[in-house]
């Protein structure tokens, strides 16, 4: 992972009153929120609350928001559509912008890492959904991100592909201590993956609630309940 000094506690991601309009629609309406190094960081809500809108301000993709994002040099983003460029190989793929000598060992190693030591010179059309989303995070992982913001990562997957991609994330988290912003709507994936959940609606930030991971919480916690509420 990108090294920090030694003892720097101070937030990956600071974002403090962004608001997006679209015409006279206010989707976002004033949203403050840190991540701290390390941190995962679920973010729910309904279909349409503005998390994907939220997710682009924080990366940096959308010049017309308004309000402070301070985010990491070193962050990389993973999208519910893998986005692979479909005339380059995998490898190129997960290279694809680096420079240096070494990048292509760097993008061999992370696509190991991601369970695919044998697809480097494959092309995007070969891989199954579950094989091109596991590139995109090998493709994230090898800019060595201090912070991933994921919009929906494992929203596209069967079942079972997502229950891996879930454990394979559970995985790289511990091997590279990532801070993560992770976008889904499914409240059990939010349980298993952070330690913090937050819940859009309406244009703010209504609920922020750890989420012990050795303390999966049972449907009678009251902060289980308040969580629902909003679902
Ligand atoms: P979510 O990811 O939570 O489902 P989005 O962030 O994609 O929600 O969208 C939030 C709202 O903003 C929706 O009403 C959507 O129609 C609107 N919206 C998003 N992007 C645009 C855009 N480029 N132009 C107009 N409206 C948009
Ligand atoms: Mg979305």
Do not use: C, Y
């Not at 030694?6 to 403090?16: I, K, N, R």
């Not at 682009?56 to 993973?78: T, Y």
């Not at 559509?81 to 479909?86: C, G, K, S, Y």
């Not at 030591?117 to 092309?123: C, G, I, K, L, N």
Request: hydrophobic letters at 45%; proline letters at 7%; zero cysteines.
């Amino acid at each position: 992972m990108a090294t920090r000094p030694e003892g720097d506690l101070s937030p990956v991601l600071t974002a403090g009153g962004v608001r997006r309009s679209f015409g006279v629609s206010v989707v976002l309406d004033g949203i403050d929120l840190t991540i701290a190094p390390g941190e995962v960081v679920a973010l729910l809500g309904g279909s349409g609350s503005g998390k994907s809108t939220l997710l682009r301000i924080l990366a940096g993709l959308d010049p017309d928001a308004s309000g402070n994002v301070r985010r990491p040099l070193h962050h990389a983003v993973v999208f519910q559509e893998h986005r692979l460029l479909p005339w380059k190989r995998v490898l190129d793929n997960v290279a694809l912008g680096l420079s240096g000598p070494d990048v292509r060992t760097r993008a061999r190693a992370a696509l190991a890492e991601v369970g695919l030591p044998d697809r480097d010179t494959a092309w995007p059309a070969e891989l199954s959904g579950g094989q091109a989303q596991r590139v995109a995070v090998a493709r994230a992982l090898v800019r060595e991100p201090e912070l991933l913001l994921l919009d929906e990562p494992f929203g596209a997957l069967d079942a079972l592909t997502r229950l891996r991609m879930q454990q394979l994330f559970i995985r790289l988290r511990e091997q590279h201590g990532f801070a993560a912003l992770l976008v889904t709507h499914d409240v059990d994936e939010a349980l298993l993956l952070a330690d913090r959940t937050l819940v859009l609606e309406g244009g703010r930030l209504v609920e922020d609630a750890p989420v012990p991971l050795a303390h999966p919480r049972t449907p009678d916690d009251p902060a289980f309940g308040a969580l629902r509420r909003h679902l």
